[in-house]
């Protein structure tokens, strides 16, 4: 038995960007960075921040780009996964994401209104699982 399911409470860094497949997906692209606090040996207080890039697609991708804004607190559970890309020069990069299956709205930060809790399938209901978002391949991600 395997598992890859992450849990995150954070704040995004920047406005969400919204676009869209050739076959007219959407897709929303945004980060979130989660801190930590702790003290050393000597009692001096210390804080690491983690960035974490996150996805999400369908119904669910248009309604963080009209809610979510830079500095709102946001819940993402979803998955990691790492994809490949040539960039200009031709030189293999690897990226790790969290492909979001469930995004909560949450209080603070830069965005006022409010939303409901969305799902992968974009509905205000949970569901179980989902793969996270249509199959795609390479013609398909807009970056």
Known sequence: MSVNKVILIGNLGKDPEVRFTQTGSAVANFSIATSEQWN???????????W????VWGKQAETCGQYLAKGRQVYVEGSIRTRSYDDKTGTKRYVTEIVAQRIRFLGGGGGTRMAPEMDAGGGAEETSGGAGGPPMSDDDIPF
């Open 52 to 55: 974490h890039n996150i996805v």
């Open 40 to 50: 050393d040996r000597d009692g001096k207080r210390q804080e690491r921040t983690e």
